[in-house]
């Protein structure tokens, strides 16, 4: 009868400050990892409930229904062969007793064995039961487990304080990990674990807020007081999760209390780094002059982010389209009874933050763009591609031939539509030119991330077109996943220019992203391209696209249009099925590398209609079957019949059903209507029917053979217009 004993668990590491842009997968990790060992090791039940807490100073675990010794486990081991074991008088070989001492037992255990079948002979079986893990030494292989596992972006190394750890030796004893750890908790209930690492002892004493707890150190209870005890004696939110929504809420009050429709920047990012940064927030208003505010609001909001931790305010009114305002708020660690100490001092040193930008934003504006172009020519680009400058005037070579392909077809209305394609390659020239000139300005040094929004800024300082300082800063986009893209056709022309450009010139020099690594967010640029040649159906076909962007390289690269073409049709097909289209669907669209892109999605609504008509299966499962019959034949197979060389009645059938079909379909897909193309289709489900039931398309006369396949090869051509609609056959 068992007599294991059932608790919660409470695992918590005591360390110095952790590094806020890693703590929350620190904190998850550890929990899981450690979690995941009890649960292996039959500790904890899969479905115990696993809570993770993570603050600048600890990570810790609370697992639920814990046993103090997992069940044993029966275990049977397979020896050998009946006949290896066993001689004629049925007494133990050498063999057999040599192998039950590997496991600790002698000959009084060969009675015990069991001959069971194992393929077509017998052999020997023995039963035992495994112990089950004992919670000391099971938590301790766990514990083990989850520091070695935890993604710690930099290690450290220290020494272990003086009677810290077993065999400790002054100057000797070395620990590495992310940060110096100064406690460890271990709590079965109420019972502490004893297990050790880094030097440390479990007990049950942690620590609160450095200097707002009201006892220390905060000696813990019970497993299930930890987080309650923390918050009461040590002022410490211990949950990660729990400390940001504390700080989501205190910021929407704030924001409130600042005035009428203001309301704290967006950012998860910001806010999970704030988050990792305090124990016990305490959101404070501050204010800066509103001489400052002349300054791109861009420029503001990123230093206060990035170098305050600041969450600016903006004026959410209708029309201010989250205007920047001088007021923004702070994420205090402590709670003084008169916090204008702490504003004060945060408003003191934001202040020459934004003087810097501001200093830089004037210096700046002393030196036109077009000055600066001379500049790009002594900026390496890439060791074997150039300079900046080079890189400029193919961006711009590739612009001009973009201009030159749209001029052959009729663009959608955008703002700039009234212009002619003179004017349109008039602007994307001045922009592919002045595009890269920001990178030289004092700004774009100090905050890189403002590269093409300073542009766009100077750009309109300076009075240049409107649609030219729109490109220089939109000719990034979409810079990442969900980002907009550029707002007019001089930026749309310059941000295609610009990706394909980085995409034919890596590819070039071989320069492929491999598995996870890809240092020039090659992967991105290609989903850029898609998106804007899909959502704005633009009438470009890709590979004209890739090989006018190869020509301004000459001879400083291989031509890689082939293979990125295959690059672009899997970064195309996963980002349809992310979308929600079903691999036969893509697949289905993908198989005819359609090159205009702009017309993938109408062909995948098409698709997806067409499979959902009744004749659909039976149309596809057909057309699999023509073309593994067209595969077989050698040779091309040209689309030609004479009617007069028909036998049978359903090859007259099916070429009457196809001379109604086609032309009706053919025009439909002329004109864009993909679904009405491919539901005309339908009606060839009963004679394509009949004619495989009723025509043997391989007969011995060679002309009525090649007049059935000539039949065949039309009705293939008919139902892969769209799409390889073989493709949704089951």
């Not at 099971?138 to 220290?158: C, D, F, H, N, S």
């Not at 007021?327 to 003087?355: K, M, W, Y």
């Not at 004037?362 to 890189?391: C, F, I, M, W």
């Not at 612009?399 to 959608?412: E, N, R």
Request: glycine fraction near 8%; include cysteine; charge should be negative.
């Amino acid at each position: 009868m068992s007599t294991s004993r059932t608790a919660n668990l409470l695992v918590e590491l005591f360390v110095e400050e952790l590094p806020p842009k890693a703590l929350k997968k620190l904190g998850e990790s550890f929990a899981t990892v450690l979690a995941d060992g009890l649960k292996a090791q039959g500790l904890a039940a899969a479905d115990a409930v696993v809570t993770p807490y993570a603050s600048p100073r600890r990570l810790a675990v609370h697992v639920t229904g814990v046993a103090d010794k997992a069940a044993d486990q029966p275990v049977q081991h397979k020896l050998m062969p009946v006949a290896v074991g066993l001689n004629a008088e049925g007494q133990a070989t050498p063999a057999l007793l040599k192998k039950l001492g590997s496991l600790g037992l002698g000959a009084e255990a060969v009675a015990q064995l069991k001959k069971q079948p194992d393929g077509k002979a017998e052999a020997l079986f023995l039963d035992t039961v495994k112990p089950g893990a004992e919670l000391a030494s099971g938590l301790q292989k766990a514990l083990e487990e989850a520091l070695a596992r935890l993604p710690i972006p930099k290690v450290m190394t220290y020494q272990l304080q003086e009677g810290e750890g077993e065999g400790f030796q002054p100057g000797w004893t070395s620990v590495n990990f992310v940060r110096p750890a100064h406690g460890l908790v271990a709590l079965h209930g109420e019972q502490v674990v004893p297990v050790s690492v880094l030097g440390l002892k479990a007990g049950r004493d942690t620590h609160g807020h450095r200097f707002e707890a009201k006892v220390s150190p905060v000696v813990l209870r019970d497993a299930d007081s930890y987080a309650a005890q923390l918050a009461e004696e040590g002022a410490v939110i211990a949950s990660f999760d729990a400390r940001r929504a504390e700080i989501v809420a205190q910021l929407a009050a704030a924001a409130g209390r600042a005035g009428h429709h203001l309301q704290p920047i967006d950012d998860e990012a910001l806010l999970d780094e704030v988050t990792a940064l305090v124990e016990r927030p305490n959101v404070l208003i501050g204010r800066f002059e509103e001489a400052f505010l002349a300054v791109p609001q861009e420029c503001l909001i990123l230093t206060m982010k990035a170098n305050q931790k600041y969450f600016p305010l903006l004026d959410a009114t209708p029309g201010k389209d989250g205007k920047l305002t001088h007021q923004f708020l702070v994420v205090s660690n402590i709670h003084p009874a008169d916090p204008s100490a702490i504003i004060g001092g945060n408003e003191r040193v934001v202040r020459p933050r934004l003087a810097d930008a501001k200093f830089f934003f004037d210096q700046d504006r002393k030196k036109t763009l077009a000055s600066r172009v001379p500049g790009l020519a002594k900026v390496v680009y890439h060791n074997k591609l150039g300079t900046q400058g080079e890189r400029s005037e193919r961006v711009r070579a590739i612009a001009h031939a973009i201009v030159k392909q749209l001029s052959l077809h009729t663009l959608p209305y955008t703002v700039d539509d009234k212009d002619h394609f003179e004017v349109l390659d008039s602007k994307a020239q001045e922009a592919a030119l002045l595009a890269k000139t920001d990178l030289l300005t004092d700004m774009v040094g100090e905050f890189p991330e403002l590269q093409g929004i300073m542009g766009g800024y100077y750009a309109r300082h300076e009075g240049l077109r409107d649609g030219v300082a729109i490109a220089i800063e939109d000719h990034y986009k979409p810079r990442f996943a969900g980002d907009s893209l550029p707002r007019n056709h001089t930026g749309t022309v310059v941000a295609l220019a610009d990706k394909l450009e980085t995409l034919v010139g890596l590819f070039g020099i071989g320069q492929l992203p491999t598995g996870d690594k890809d240092p020039f967010a090659l992967r991105r640029h290609a989903l850029g391209v898609i998106r804007i040649l899909t959502e704005k159906d633009l009438p470009l076909s890709l590979p004209e696209l890739l090989d006018a962007a190869a020509e301004p390289f000459g001879e400083l690269i291989q031509n890689p249009t082939d293979a990125l073409l295959g690059f672009f049709s899997d970064r195309l097909a996963v980002s349809l099925r992310e979308q929600g289209y079903s691999a036969q669907e893509v697949d289905a669209v993908l198989a005819l590398q359609p090159t205009r892109l702009g017309d993938v999605p109408r062909r995948l609504a098409a698709v997806r209609a067409f499979a959902a008509l009744p004749e659909a299966e039976a149309l596809a499962a057909a057309n699999k079957r023509v073309s593994n019959i067209l595969k077989k034949v050698e040779g091309e197979v040209e689309a030609q019949v004479d009617a007069a060389l028909f036998k049978e009645p359903a090859e007259g059938a099916l070429y009457e059903a196809l001379q109604a079909v086609v032309p009706n379909a053919q025009a439909a897909f002329e004109q864009g209507d993909y679904t009405a193309s491919l539901q005309a289709l339908a009606v060839l489900r009963a004679p394509v029917d009949a004619f495989f039931d009723g025509v043997m398309v391989n007969a011995d006369d060679a002309a009525l053979k090649a007049n059935r396949l000539g039949l065949l090869a039309t009705l293939h051509a008919a139902m892969n217009r769209v799409a390889d609609i073989s493709r949704l056959a089951a």
